[in-house]
């Protein structure tokens, strides 16, 4: 699907850069940004999640990205998230949520509060995915900061 296919391009894009930028294994940065969501690709009655990491064992993906998929597909609020899950679930949040205004034709968007309040949503609450992330403070300003910057870059989910 077009949709799906763009979500994982673009959230690939966003991990391997943050990956680079902050030190992390960039091929599994960039793995976790492509193949969060492959499970798509199989029908069966199982949850995503299972059949994401179904998918890419049954491939022979390496160990680090099956356990880091497997981590992706089973955070819970109030549970520990490694950095580098965390950091896709910001860079996958930003892009599906910048994909759907733009499919509800809102082209006036303010980037710099959508993506303050969308990254916040992910922090802060009582259902909040990455309340115990392991991201350092710094990290996350820096991830923030250039998620804003790439306002250009943004008009390939359009």
Do not use: C, W
């Amino acid at each position: 699907n077009k949709r799906e296919y763009k979500r994982a391009i673009h959230t690939a894009h966003f991990t391997e850069l943050f990956a680079n930028e902050f030190g992390y294994d960039p091929v599994l940065m960039k793995g976790l940004g492509f193949y969060h969501r492959i499970g798509v690709l199989r029908e069966d009655e199982t949850s995503l999640a299972v059949r994401t990491v179904a998918l890419v064992m049954d491939e022979g993906f390496p160990d680090d990205i099956v356990a880091a998929l497997k981590q992706y597909g089973e955070v819970k609020a109030g549970e520990k998230v490694s950095a580098e899950v965390s950091i896709t679930i910001i860079a996958d949040t930003v892009i599906v949520s910048l994909m759907d205004e733009f499919s509800k034709g809102n082209k006036d968007l303010d980037m710099n509060k959508f993506i303050d309040k969308t990254i916040l949503g992910l922090f802060s609450g009582k259902n909040s995915l990455l309340k115990k992330s392991a991201i350092p403070y710094n990290d996350l300003e820096e991830i923030r900061k250039n998620l804003k910057g790439e306002r250009i870059y943004y008009d390939f989910l359009r």
